[in-house]
């Protein structure tokens, strides 16, 4: 088999040996990460097994395909997606009980982060078929790996919801959250996204994550409000991955705690209430609203 980078510049041949191939049983899920952008961004093995299975099931049979012509891989395809997902893994499912090999792939990354794959995987295990991870990208991973933010612990939150009810809901959990969090984001709902964090969690550090792997690759770093700056008057476009950092100093959980910082705060800094509470909201992560109003408080 013939690997040829995009550029066309290098070729790579490899044999495949016997010893390489799919085991003779079969009746196995593959689940096969693919790129997020880059085409070369993709394991030999998982190309490899890509070629030997029986069907591929591809959450955009489109996109699939180009990934599919690029390193000659002519297995024939079929589309799983969020829509016929229910009909269609029984369908699927029923193909690899029957002895047929199975590759899934998502739109793009690993299959069955925050896409319809969970749900084929999760049937595959309930009807005892093996299921094999052919690892590779997740965006989720490629984000967090040149942020700059903790990476020693995580949280991945995919999606915030489009209500905002439900999403202001999260917020406010996140907003206790000591770890880097990492979300998945439309370009057309960041704006919102940026200002519900900066509203919620105060003026913390956040990456931008836009097109990884792609021409127009680009990662803005800094705090929400500086962010939220930068990209105005801008149209924003393309898939994004945002990270948020944990929250900085003491557990601030109840009031008595804020009180306690701010109090700390008012003796060290003479400094008039604007200033202070812009100082303590950058260093604490606080939010602005949440410590004026306690400085207000503590006032009086
Ligand atoms: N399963 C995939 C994975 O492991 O990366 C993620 C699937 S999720 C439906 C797609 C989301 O991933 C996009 O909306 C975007 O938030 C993020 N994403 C995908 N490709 C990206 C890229 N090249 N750069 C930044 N974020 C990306």
């Known amino acids: 088999m013939r690997l040829y980078s995009r550029a066309g510049r290098f070729s790579i041949t490899f044999k495949m040996k016997d010893k390489n191939r799919l085991p003779q049983s079969k009746g196995r899920l593959y689940v096969v990460a693919t790129p997020i952008g880059n085409l070369e961004d993709i394991t030999f093995r998982a190309v490899r097994i890509l070629g030997e299975v029986d069907l591929i099931a591809a959450e955009d049979t489109r996109r699939t395909r180009i990934l599919l012509h690029h390193y000659h891989v002519t297995t024939p395809s079929t589309s799983y997606h969020e829509h016929n997902k229910l009909i269609k893994s029984r369908q699927l499912i029923s193909r690899v009980k029957r002895g047929q090999d199975l590759a899934l792939v998502s739109d793009a990354g690993t299959p069955g982060i925050?896409?319809?794959?969970?749900?084929?995987?999760?049937?595959?295990?309930?009807?005892?078929?093996?299921?094999?991870?052919v690892p590779g990208v997740s965006a989720a991973i490629t984000a967090l790996s040149v942020s700059g933010l903790p990476t020693d612990s995580f949280i991945f939150q995919g999606f915030l919801p489009r209500k905002t009810t439900a999403r202001m809901k999260i917020v406010e959990?996140?907003?206790?959250?000591?770890?880097?969090?990492?979300?998945?984001?439309?370009?057309?709902?960041?704006?919102?996204?940026?200002?519900?964090?900066?509203?919620?969690?105060?003026?913390?550090?956040?990456?931008?994550?836009?097109?990884?792997?792609?021409?127009?690759?680009?990662?803005?770093?800094?705090?929400?409000?500086?962010?939220?700056?930068?990209?105005?008057?801008?149209?924003?476009?393309?898939?994004?991955?945002?990270?948020?950092?944990?929250?900085?100093?003491?557990?601030?959980?109840?009031?008595?705690?804020?009180r306690e910082i701010l109090e700390d705060y008012r003796k060290k800094y003479d400094l008039p209430l604007k200033d202070l509470t812009k100082l303590i909201s950058e260093e604490t992560s606080i939010s602005k609203r949440e410590i004026y109003q306690e400085l207000l408080k503590l006032k009086k």
């Open 173 to 258: 959990k996140i907003k206790e959250e000591k770890r880097t969090t990492i979300f998945y984001e439309s370009p057309h709902r960041l704006r919102t996204a940026l200002e519900d964090l900066l509203g919620i969690c105060g003026d913390r550090e956040v990456v931008v994550a836009r097109e990884l792997t792609k021409v127009f690759e680009e990662v803005i770093r800094g705090r929400i409000s500086d962010v939220i700056d930068r990209l105005k008057g801008r149209k924003i476009k393309g898939e994004i991955t945002l990270l948020l950092s944990g929250r900085r100093g003491p557990h601030t959980g109840s009031d008595i705690s804020i």
């Open 114 to 133: 925050s896409d319809p794959g969970y749900h084929l995987i999760n049937l595959a295990i309930q009807n005892t078929i093996p299921v094999i991870p």
